[in-house]
Structure formats: structure tokens, C-alpha cells
């Protein structure tokens, strides 16, 4: 079982550029949820998903970013026209259901310039 | 909107000293949650604790839960290089969401 996959590890995007993190999740499990870790600031939630539906976006800032979790395919976090302050390591986990433990990815390092 | 607050922030001890992290939290903890996590990489899950008064033990690691489920603290014994990391507590947000919310972390150096 390979874990929570997330790609790519580091990405480096200028600013106004378009910055697309994707995470496959362990084998069987159907929710995906998508935290940021800035400097000082610890791990923030973002948004919650199960296949094809946004359950918690409560997270989310309310532009530039978006998330979705496919039938097919990975869950892919999109943030557009990044800016300086979007640096920051964003990290998937997975879980197999409701009120179970989440597994996490290795993170993705945004850096924009 | 609930707080956790983890004491101290920063600890760098030598190999074989004993250390204690803490983790306070504005309203009753749902679901406690100890994390470790090394530099590049996500955070492991160490321990999940939800009885008040409640102890556990995972090797050289001791958990324990306040009475009133608002704090917590972590115990390492003869810490090791190996221990070095970023030691996260979080709960299972209130009212029903399955997001977990996160203190800041206490980043550990053990040196040999």
C-alpha cells in the first residue's frame, strides 16, 4: 500500500501563474481533505471532500482556489494567479470513512516568485 | 472558534534528557490527537486519546489527558536523535466536522 501520494513534491510557480497540487489517496479510502502549512502558523484546514462533492470548503479562501476529488482520477487543489503570499507547504490526507483516522501526504512545496 | 495552544514552542536538549510538551485548549477537547512531523514530510499520528484522566504509553512516549478534557501533555524519556521533529496536538473539530484543527507545534532538536 503506497500511502497518500502527492504531487508534485515542490513546484515553483511567479506570480500570476496558475499552481495545480494533486493527491491520490490510500487504496479504499473515499474522503480527501486538503491542509496548508505556513511559517508560524501551524496546519489549517482547508477543504473536505468524498468522490465528487465538496462536503466542507470552510477553509477555503473565496478566490483563486479551488478543489475537487473526481470519480476517476486524483483529488487536484487549483490555485490561480498565485501571489507571494501562497507560499506554503500544502498537505492531502485521506480517510476510509466518517470519524476515522486520516492518513497524510508527504506535502507539496509551493514556492511562487 | 476553538484554540490550541502548545508550550513550549521551541526545545533543543541532549540525547538522554527527558522533556514535556503541552497542549491547551480553549473548550473541551472531541478527540485528541498527538502528531510527529519530520522536516519534508506530513504529519504521523502518535496517539488518539478521548477519556478524560486518561494515560498511554508508546514506547519512550507518555499521554496524558486532563480530568476535564481541555489539556493534555506528552512526556519523552531519554529522548534520541531520532525523536527530533515537530510534535502537533489537534482536535476533530466541534459540531460534527470531520476537520481536524491544529496547535502550532512544539519543534524538538535532540542533539548526540
Known amino acids: 500500500n503506497a500511502g497518500v501520494m502527492q504531487n508534485p513534491r515542490h513546484l515553483v510557480r511567479r506570480r500570476g501563474q496558475e499552481a495545480r497540487l494533486r493527491c491520490s489517496p490510500m487504496k479504499g479510502h473515499s474522503h480527501v481533505y486538503w491542509y496548508r502549512q505556513l511559517p508560524e502558523e501551524g496546519l489549517k484546514f482547508m477543504v473536505y471532500?468524498?468522490?465528487?462533492?465538496?462536503?466542507?470548503e470552510s477553509g477555503m479562501p473565496k478566490e483563486r482556489f479551488s478543489a475537487e476529488f473526481p470519480k476517476e482520477g486524483p483529488s487536484i487543489l487549483r490555485i490561480q494567479q498565485v501571489v507571494r503570499g501562497d507560499s506554503a507547504a500544502y498537505f492531502c490526507?485521506?480517510?476510509?470513512?466518517?470519524?476515522?483516522?486520516?492518513?497524510f501526504g508527504p506535502g507539496t512545496r509551493l514556492t511562487v516568485l | 472558534t476553538q484554540l490550541l495552544e502548545q508550550s513550549p514552542q521551541f526545545l533543543s536538549i541532549q540525547e538522554g534528557e527527558n522533556l514535556t510538551v503541552y497542549c491547551n485548549s480553549s473548550s473541551v477537547f472531541s478527540s485528541l490527537q498527538w502528531y510527529r512531523q519530520e522536516p519534508g514530510e506530513g504529519p504521523v499520528l502518535l496517539v488518539t486519546?478521548?477519556?478524560?484522566?486518561e494515560v498511554k504509553k508508546l514506547k519512550r512516549l507518555t499521554f496524558q489527558f486532563g480530568d476535564a478534557r481541555k489539556d493534555s501533555s506528552l512526556h519523552i524519556t531519554a529522548a534520541q536523535p531520532g525523536d527530533t521533529g515537530l510534535y502537533l496536538c489537534a482536535d476533530r473539530s466541534q459540531g460534527g466536522s470531520e476537520k481536524l484543527v491544529f496547535g502550532k507545534g512544539m519543534k524538538l532538536t535532540v542533539n548526540p
Open positions: 471532500l468524498q468522490k465528487e462533492n465538496i462536503i466542507d
Open positions: 486519546v478521548v477519556t478524560g484522566g
Open positions: 490526507a485521506s480517510s476510509p470513512g466518517l470519524r476515522q483516522g486520516v492518513i
